[in-house]
T-cell receptor, first 113, second 116 residues
């Protein structure tokens, strides 16, 4: 019962490098999300995809891009990493966009030097 | 401006007693509320939710209460067990917000410690 799978689990980048975080879900969910969590903070929404073929900005989208590759996969790309993007990134999915619990992966811990 | 507030960063409760975690919100458009539990190095795990048309929802040892007039919700865990030690996040959703910033709005979390 994999649920939401994120790769990689850990990554260290240098400032200016690019990287794509991968996320896949096997629950046949329509909606997918990317959040970041910083120390002492709650999770903040970066981007979301309400359904296959659509993506929208969340609360903190600057410096990121996303791709909803198919119903299962939703990737997050950092084109030019900055130290302020050091964080733990969580991917989530839900059956529909509204009034359904989101189910989370175990996160990607990203450090940018 | 925090729309979902958990004012207690930590809470210590004896095993077997009731744990009560509190959450306040400011956005009157929120109509769906959730509690998540998080262990270190893991993702948040969904615990229980409540729609704004209800004031109480139970699932085993977990009960969530919603007071819409006070914009307050709480999670009760009875009886508390050692495995309940974790960080608990309150989250809320406004499905009609539009224009971006949809998805869940999270509080900063409360670290619950169950003492033997």
């Amino acid at each position: 019962n994999a649920g939401v799978t994120q790769t990689p689990k850990f990554q260290v980048l240098k400032t200016g490098q690019s990287m794509t975080l991968q996320c896949a879900q096997d629950m046949n969910h329509n909606s997918m999300y990317w959040y970041r969590q910083d120390p002492g903070m709650g999770l903040r929404l970066i981007y979301y995809s309400a359904s296959e073929g659509t993506t929208d900005k969340g609360e903190v989208p600057n410096g990121y891009n996303v791709s909803r590759l198919n119903k299962r996969e939703f990737s997050l790309r950092l084109e030019s990493a900055a130290p302020s993007q050091t964080s733990v990134y969580f991917c989530a999915s839900s059956a529909t966009f509204s009034n359904q619990p989101q189910h989370f992966g175990d996160g990607t811990r990203l450090s940018i030097l | 401006d925090q729309q979902v507030k958990q004012n207690s960063p930590s809470l210590s409760v004896q095993e077997g007693r009731i744990s009560i975690l509190n959450c306040d919100y400011t956005n009157s458009m929120f109509d769906y509320f959730l509690w998540y539990k998080k262990y270190p190095a893991e993702g948040p795990t969904f615990l229980i939710s409540i729609s704004s048309i209800k004031d109480k929802n139970e699932d085993g040892r977990f009960t969530v209460f919603l007071n819409k007039s006070a914009k307050h919700l709480s999670l009760h865990i009875v009886p508390s067990q050692p495995g309940d030690s974790a960080v608990y996040f309150c989250a809320a959703s406004d499905p009609w917000s539009g224009g971006g910033a949809d998805g869940l709005t999270f509080g900063k979390g409360t670290h619950l410690i169950i003492q033997p």
